[in-house]
Structure formats: structure tokens, C-alpha cells
T-cell receptor, first 116, second 113 residues
Framework: DAGVIQSPRHEVTEMGQEVTLRCKPI?????LFWYRQTMMRGLELLIY????????DSGMPEDRFSAKMPNASFSTLKIQPSEPRDSAVYFC??????????????FGEGSRLTVL | GESVGLHLPTLSVQEGDNSIINCAYS??????FIWYKQESGKGPQFIID?????DKRQGQRVTVLLNKTVKHLSLQIAATQPGDSAVYFC????????????FGTGTQLKVEL
């Protein structure tokens, strides 16, 4: 079975450009999470969705960040305009909310973003 | 000025020895705890979980201990192998507040041959 699929794996862009990161969760999972990982802050939860509905976006840094989940099989995280401090690895994860192991998140390989 | 990154605690063990990785969690209301392993260049991977009504749970070569009194969690790895080298994170959830998983800062485990 395919795991969580993220794209792109690597992106290098210039400050001010729009960045869109994509995620396809595991089929049948009803929760989707976006995390950011940096050396400074570790793993931070940005936003999560249950059944395609955003539940908690308190971790989204500022208005430059937005996330959508138009259907159960696709989510995007957009940064506009991007800044050098947004450089990080962005992880998408999915899980089966309400299942026995609701804390078992399945992570993608991550999207490494570098903003110059 | 110079930025300062997280200084991950590092645990170095000899191959074949047992490893104990510790974690202090923050929310006394958290009722579900999980350990994740992250290898270089990959996303975190679930290892084992424990609910707050338990104080010990065993898996294959791993044991998680929970001490709610002092908000402490530990992961024990038996007969540590080179493939166990990774960063280990504990995570907590307060299930009454949804399924928001909060991760700790992580511990780097290095297995020496």
C-alpha cells in the first residue's frame, strides 16, 4: 500500500515567491496533519483536519500560510509570500481518527523548502 | 546575530546493550502518549503507544513506562542494534480536546559497534 505522498520533495525558491506543498493521505484515513520541522523549533503542528474540516490552525505562523483540504485524498499548504525563515522540512501525516490507535500518525517523506 | 538551534540530547550505547530514552511531558491532562522514531531524511515513524490508565506497555524489543505523578515517559530498547540509531520523540495527546499530537524535542540515539 502507498503511504502518505508529498510533493515536491525539495523546493528552492526566492523570497517573495509563492510556494505550494501537496499531500495525498493514506486512503481511508480521516485525519490529516501538517507539521514543520526546524533545528530551532523541532516538530511543530501547523494545522490539522478531521474529515476534511480544519480543526485547529493555531500553529499556523501567520496569514502568509494557508492550508486546504478540498477532498479526502488531497491537501495543500501554501505560503505566499515566502520568506527565508520559512525554510524547513514540512511533513504531512494522516491517521484514522477514532480508531484504536488514534495517535498513530503515518508521515510522508517530507518536503524540504529552502527560501533564498 | 548567530542563530542557535536545538541541542538534542544524545544517548550513545554499545550494540547489544539496553537503551533508555526519557521524556518529560507538559500537559497533566494528556491521556495518551506515543513514541516515534525518525531516521535521517525520513518522516517520524510510530513505535509504541500507551494510555494513561496504564503504567507499562511492551512491544517487540521496546517497553514504554509512564509515571503520571511526575509527568515522565521512558522508552526502553532491548539489545540495541545499529538500525536503532535515530532521533526518538515522545508525543502526547489530550483526547478530550481532539487528536492534536504534540511532540517533544527529541533524543538522538547513537549505537556504537
Amino acid at each position: 500500500d502507498a503511504g502518505v505522498i508529498q510533493s515536491p520533495r525539495h523546493e528552492v525558491t526566492e523570497m517573495g515567491q509563492e510556494v505550494t506543498l501537496r499531500c495525498k493521505p493514506i486512503s481511508g484515513h480521516n485525519s490529516l496533519f501538517w507539521y514543520r520541522q526546524t533545528m530551532m523549533r523541532g516538530l511543530e503542528l501547523l494545522i490539522y483536519f478531521n474529515n476534511n474540516v480544519p480543526i485547529d490552525d493555531s500553529g499556523m505562523p501567520e496569514d502568509r500560510f494557508s492550508a486546504k483540504m478540498p477532498n479526502a485524498s488531497f491537501s495543500t499548504l501554501k505560503i505566499q509570500p515566502s520568506e527565508p525563515r520559512d525554510s524547513a522540512v514540512y511533513f504531512c501525516a494522516s491517521s484514522l481518527y477514532g480508531g484504536v490507535s488514534t495517535g498513530e500518525l503515518f508521515f510522508g517523506e517530507g518536503s524540504r523548502l529552502t527560501v533564498l | 546575530g548567530e542563530s542557535v538551534g536545538l541541542h538534542l540530547p544524545t544517548l550513545s550505547v554499545q550494540e547489544g546493550d539496553n537503551s533508555i530514552i526519557n521524556c518529560a511531558y507538559s500537559n497533566s491532562a494528556s491521556d495518551y502518549f506515543i513514541w516515534y522514531k525518525q531516521e535521517s531524511g525520513k518522516g517520524p515513524q510510530f513505535i509504541i503507544d500507551i494510555r494513561s490508565n496504564m503504567d507499562k506497555r511492551q512491544g517487540q524489543r521496546v517497553t514504554v513506562l509512564l509515571n503520571k505523578t511526575v509527568k515522565h515517559l521512558s522508552l526502553q530498547i532491548a539489545a540495541t542494534q545499529p538500525g536503532d540509531s535515530a532521533v526518538y520523540f515522545c508525543a502526547e495527546i489530550f483526547t478530550g480536546g481532539g487528536n492534536k499530537l504534540t511532540f517533544g524535542t527529541g533524543t538522538q540515539l547513537k549505537v556504537e559497534l
